[in-house]
């Protein structure tokens, strides 16, 4: 067996986040130790186990592990072909010290829901330009763990707030090429991120990065049929780069905008 210890590591321009670690191991074993901030752990391949405050837990794929900061724990694979995971490391923003005790108790959480979320977070983190939707994913996945964890003093069913939905939305159409990240929504429209992410959604049936998203895709089609090229067409709605605008517009388009820009060659005046 061919031993594999290969590891890709950044820091986001998403608040909360400290680091984001992805990882595949086959014969390392982590010593114990701690960390300063919220461990949150999903694994793609294989299995780790662990132990934390000095009992036994496991990793199965569908699983998502939370484990506090500042309590010690280690860790190793299970199987001779290792493990692949991808780590998130969490300030206090999302998540706060009442969580530490539960977590304690119960670190490995068998939800399907936050581990999707906890999937479609990780992609969105490993995109540039997308850290909107990496906010707003993150905010909710915050969200769903306080319930999992704290069920008596969270769970409350949703509530709709329209007006909120409307103020946000008229704050994206404001800032369809600037953007915006969710805190700086939520401190204008003076409301908590995950409310804020969850009226929007409820009231108009899409999250907010995919409105700002779409926004952005029509007014790239414009551009691209008056003549400009996919390169200017992204730096002119917003997007990161020509492929960033590239991805979101096959997605709504089907078609790659140089492809379409070129449909339109043989009729345009």
């Known amino acids: 067996m061919v031993t594999r210890q290969e590891v890709t590591a950044w820091r986001p321009a998403v608040p909360g986040v ?19 901030a919220w461990t949150l752990l999903i694994v793609d391949d294989g299995a780790v186990r662990y ?25 190793s694979p299970v199987t001779p072909d290792g493990f692949r995971k991808r780590v998130v490391y969490l300030d ?15 670190p490995d959480l068998r939800d399907p829901v936050l581990r999707r979320r906890v999937g479609q ?11 909107l939707e990496a906010e707003s994913r993150l905010t909710l996945i915050g969200d769903r763990l306080r319930v999992l964890l704290r069920p008596r003093l969270y769970a409350r069913p949703a509530r709709r707030d329209p007006a909120l939905a409307g103020r946000l939305r008229e704050l994206l159409d404001e800032r369809v090429v600037e953007g915006l990240s969710l805190e700086e929504a939520a401190r204008v ?14 009231a108009y049936g899409i999250a907010p990065h995919q409105y700002l998203n779409a926004r952005r895709v029509d007014r790239a089609r414009r551009l691209l049929l008056a003549g400009r090229g996919p390169a200017d067409v992204a730096a002119l709605t917003g997007f990161h780069d020509q ?6 517009f096959r997605k709504l388009v089907g078609v790659t905008p140089g492809r379409y820009a070129r449909s339109a060659e043989g009729v345009r005046p």
């Open 51 to 75: 132990d934390l405050d000095r009992h036994e837990h496991g990793t199965p794929g569908d699983t998502v592990s939370l484990l506090p900061p500042h309590v010690p724990h280690n860790g």
């Open 189 to 202: 429209v003076r409301a908590h991120p995950a409310h804020l992410v969850r009226a929007f959604s409820t």
């Open 243 to 248: 492929a960033h605008l590239t991805r979101h």
């Open 121 to 131: 977070m990780h992609t969105a983190l490993a995109r540039p330009g997308e850290e």
């Open 18 to 36: 400290t680091e984001v670690f992805h990882a595949h191991f086959t014969e390392y074993a982590y010593p114990m130790h701690v960390h300063e």
């Open 92 to 106: 206090g923003t999302h998540l706060g010290d009442d969580l530490i005790g539960p977590a304690v108790d119960g």
